[in-house]
């Protein structure tokens, strides 16, 4: 799989156009467009990017093999001279993006693309396909994670996800997120990620008695054995059979590294609680008391709040599918296109009546501001490429519809770090030290730090500012101006 020419992940109406740009020479001039969201998933008030390794997967192996030009002539759509045209494509052109791990927001660039049109129109399906799905899946499981507050929360999504790419991707985005590893075995092969699980209530059936099933696990795997304990009945059977494997296993004087109960079914509230005290009577303090059942933020919170003694947490359906909200909803807009004769890009805008959907012009770059004594985030600022700032001159910010809300921050007080990096240039992948997995998971937790507590809330968080520079703001006005008919 991982060597899948994924080159015709695309919409056919990708192909129609590029063949009309083929044949339409003037037409087929450098653009950019913008990959950006609208809306946060879940009610959140970030998003976390994800999904760029695979973008440059796609990239780098981007070709035509003779089957797809086969196929592609069995249409009857395409004409000879553009086959051919295929036969030796190449993309030639830029990308920068936010890198993997960080926070983003609404309606600013999370990856730009600047290439010759045809080239840029066959790329946007397969770019949003990537990054919608796994950047949505990174944002839910980073709020699985907040909830757990602290506790390992292992994804368990792989039989319930939509397909074996989803199950896969998801589980990479969900321990970039923060989840401690996955149940998913190829994905720990493919991005080296911790592999984790017990067993299932088949293999406590398949044996005589509960107690014959424990004690054979427990001969198997005593460094790490959790026991699931409700197959049967949870307090009269299973936790019983559980402390007493645990007590022979100290009698013999077997030291576990890792040991406790699982339990998949019932109040894990009250349950968590015995199973607690019973452990504490017998002397076992630092029982891994572990948690299944169709959780997800919300529930865990909830047990939480009452008390549950749970401190470790498998979540699968709910987070591998993002129950709540199945898509992210990004989209590829045209931003700029450049005069042929000057190669000066030329700004352009898409109006809408729904005031979220106008697009934002220009070549831009993003500035992400942060308070200088806090290191949180102030803001992030859209601005055009061109502009210059400095840290050590005041900083208006406005808001772009209320623009009569404004915040004067004071010259000393804020720094600010360019979020988009050069990815690719001319065709060449100049982004080549990228970090693993669970390196792109420190780096997702320090970016979360930067947030205030407020805006990480799971209900109402506050939300962070989306700025424009003044200089695109008036660019913007110009351009609503020049196209609204009176």
Request: proline share 3%; charged share 25%.
């Amino acid at each position: 799989m991982s060597e899948r020419n994924l080159t015709l992940l695309t919409d056919f109406y990708e192909l129609t156009m590029m063949q009309g740009y083929f044949k339409e020479e003037e037409q087929n001039v450098n653009v950019i467009f913008d990959v950006f969201y609208r809306n946060n998933p879940d009610g959140n008030a970030f998003s976390i990017s994800c999904g760029l390794e695979q973008v440059i997967e796609l990239i780098n192996n981007f070709r035509f093999d003779k089957e797809d030009i086969d196929y592609l002539a069995s249409l009857g759509t395409f004409q000879e001279d553009f086959l051919d045209y295929l036969r030796d494509f190449k993309f030639t052109g830029s990308i920068w993006a936010i890198p993997e791990g960080n926070v983003m927001f609404p309606r600013e660039p999370v990856i730009k693309v600047m290439a010759p049109i045809m080239q840029a129109q066959l790329i946007e399906t397969a770019i949003l396909n990537i990054i919608n799905h796994q950047s949505l899946i990174a944002t839910k499981a980073s709020r699985v994670v907040h909830a757990a507050n602290g506790d390992g929360v292992m994804e368990f999504g792989l039989r319930r996800a939509q397909g074996p790419d989803a199950g896969i991707y998801g589980a990479r985005a969900a321990v970039i997120a923060g989840c401690v590893g996955t149940s998913n075995v190829l994905a720990g092969q493919m991005f080296d990620v911790p592999v984790l699980g017990t067993h299932a209530h088949s293999w406590i059936m398949s044996f005589k008695s509960e107690l014959e099933a424990f004690r054979a696990y427990a001969k198997l795997y005593p460094d790490n054995c959790i026991l699931l304990i409700d197959t049967y009945d949870t307090l009269k059977s299973g936790l019983p059979n559980a402390i007493k494997v645990f007590k022979e296993m100290r009698e013999a004087g077997i030291k576990s590294k890792r040991y406790g109960i699982r339990m998949d079914s019932g109040d894990l509230a009250y349950l968590s609680k015995v199973v607690k005290r019973e452990f504490e009577k017998e002397g076992f303090t630092d029982v891994t008391i572990s948690a299944s059942n169709d959780l997800d933020e919300n529930l865990i919170s909830s047990l939480k709040q009452q008390g549950a003694e749970i401190n470790s947490w498998g979540v699968g359906t709910n987070l591998i599918t993002s129950k709540d909200t199945p898509s992210l909803g990004g989209v590829y807009k045209l931003a700029a296109v450049a005069d042929k004769k000057t190669g000066k890009f030329i700004p352009k805008i898409k109006i809408s009546e729904n005031t979220e959907k106008v697009t934002n012009p220009g070549d831009k770059v993003i500035y992400r501001i942060y308070g200088k004594s806090t290191g949180k985030i102030i803001a992030d600022l859209i601005t055009l490429k061109d502009e210059v700032y400095n840290e050590n001159e005041d900083l208006l910010l406005f808001d772009p519809v209320e623009t009569w809300k404004k915040t004067l921050l004071k010259a000393g007080t804020y720094t600010m770090k360019e979020l988009l990096i050069p990815v690719f240039i001319d065709g060449k992948c100049v982004y080549n030290d990228r970090p693993s997995v669970m390196e792109l998971q420190k780096i997702c937790k320090a970016d979360l730090d930067t947030l205030w507590d407020e805006s990480r809330r799971l209900t109402n968080p506050h939300s962070v500012h989306v700025d424009l520079s003044r200089e695109l703001w008036d660019l913007k006005q110009a351009l609503l101006d020049k196209y609204t008919i009176v």
